[in-house]
Structure formats: C-alpha cells, structure tokens
Nanobody, 121 residues
Framework: VQLQASGGGLVQTGGSLRLSCEVS????????IGWFRQAPGKGREGVSC???????WYTDSVKGRFAISSDNAKNTVYLQMDSLKPEDTAVYYC????????????????WGQGTLVTVSS
C-alpha cells in the first residue's frame, strides 16, 4: 500500500489549498482514509477522514472550512482547505486503515510522506 500526498504550499491567511492523497494497493471502498497534521513542536492530530460507509469527520477547529472528498475512479482523496489560518500551518499526512473508523486512528498502518502547508499572517 502506498499513499502520495501533494498540494501543500505557502498561502496567505484566508486563502485556500487542495490537498490530494493518491492511494495504490488499497481500494477506497475497503476502509478509511484519514488526514492528519503535525505542527512544529506538537503531536500529530487527526483533521478529517472519510470511510467506506460514507462517514465524514472533521476535527472541531476545521469544521466549516475544510471538506474531504474522494474520487474512487482515481483512488484519490482530497482535502479542500478554505479560510486558512496561521494555526493550520503543519505537515499534512494521509493515512489508510482497513478498519472503518472515523475519527481516524494514529495507529493506521499505511502513511503517506506528508506535504507542508504554511499559512502566513
């Protein structure tokens, strides 16, 4: 199983980015894809997830600003991030789990390499 996260970059406060997570060796209909982030000096936190049952989940700090979606034909999950704030600055990771569970688990066995999102004030 391989996950490739992309789409990070530098954006000003209030801007938008769309992250992509291309998944191979794992069908999106099998389990859960989660997005996590890790800010400098902080632990990794769950941000959002989408499960094979259609469950969507967002951590409170991004509700109303982020939206997760999937394209099963491309086996890709997206995280649309709008109204970005400096506190959203972090390395964002996607992870896959064959268990159907949202919020996503930090014990997810398959991880992408991370993509850096920097929001300037």
């Amino acid at each position: 199983v391989q996950l490739q996260a992309s789409g990070g970059g530098l954006v000003q406060t209030g801007g938008s980015l769309r992250l992509s997570c291309e998944v191979s060796g794992f069908t999106l209909g099998q389990g859960t894809i989660g997005w996590f982030r890790q800010a400098p000096g902080k632990g990794r936190e769950g941000v959002s997830c989408i499960s094979s049952t259609g469950t969507l989940w967002y951590t409170d700090s991004v509700k109303g600003r982020f939206a997760i979606s999937s394209d099963n034909a491309k086996n890709t999950v997206y995280l649309q991030m709008d109204s970005l704030k400096p506190e959203d600055t972090a390395v964002y990771y996607c992870a896959a789990d064959r268990f159907v569970q949202c919020p996503p688990s930090r014990a997810s066995p398959y991880w992408g390499q991370g993509t850096l999102v920097t929001v300037s004030s």
